[in-house]
T-cell receptor
């Protein structure tokens, strides 16, 4: 099983719908992140969490919200999806000892 | 805004050749990391170089860091078709303990 698991892997939805992307990890890391990837723009940070009680906005948090339900679970929500939120979304955890990020396989979201 | 910018945006080489990718960044860093992404997949960590290091090796990978020029390079020696992927640099500026990614270099290694 993957260390960082994202669901769903693919989702097509309509404008105005509420969408939740879920992430769970077995790495035991406190720090978790949500990134968005668009062609030509690299990865941009949406939200990050240092532990269950510590959630922080990234550079593009508008239109998104998150929930850290447990150390192992970090969910990203789009309350009312819009077409420019069509993108590939990645969840990641961070190993504080090595500094490296561990990524899930991504959730491809299409908003029509 | 992006902290890191990779150059070139795309690179096509023959198997066996070396591939060099460059990353420039804007602010002081604690460390710089390189990641690889196969098409549409999650990113995988390759190597980390700290701000007080100038060069680091891992297998066929060689990373250099020039903090005075705010730049880093990733060299892949004796490339293979399996090295075809996108490569991203990511900078850790320390505050908030988050990584900021560049726009990536798409490498294609042809047989």
């Amino acid at each position: 099983d993957a260390d960082v698991t994202q669901t769903p892997r693919n989702r097509i939805t309509k404008t105005g719908k509420r969408i939740m992307l879920e992430c769970s990890q077995t790495k035991g890391h406190d720090r978790m992140y949500w990134y968005r990837q668009d062609p030509g723009l690299g990865l941009r940070l949406i939200y990050y969490s240092f532990d269950v009680k510590d959630i922080n906005k990234g550079e593009i948090s508008d239109g998104y919200s998150v929930s850290r339900q447990a150390q192992a679970k970090f969910s990203l929500s789009l309350e009312s999806a819009i077409p420019n939120q069509t993108a590939l979304y990645f969840c990641a955890t961070r190993d504080l000892n090595t500094g490296e990020l561990f990524f899930g396989e991504g959730s491809r979201l299409t908003v029509l | 805004s992006q902290q890191g910018e990779e150059d070139p945006q795309a690179l096509s080489i023959q198997e066996g050749e070396n591939a060099t990718m460059n990353c420039s960044y804007k602010t002081s860093i604690n460390n710089l990391q390189w990641y690889r992404q196969n098409s549409g997949r999650g990113l995988v960590h390759l190597i980390l170089i700290r701000s007080n290091e100038r060069e680091k090796h891992s297998g066929r990978l060689r990373v250099t860091l020039d903090t005075s020029k705010k730049s880093s390079s990733l060299l892949i020696t004796a490339s293979r078709a399996a090295d075809t992927a996108s490569y991203f640099c990511a900078t850790d500026t320390g505050g908030g303990n988050k990584l900021t990614f560049g726009t990536g270099t798409q490498l294609k290694v042809e047989l």
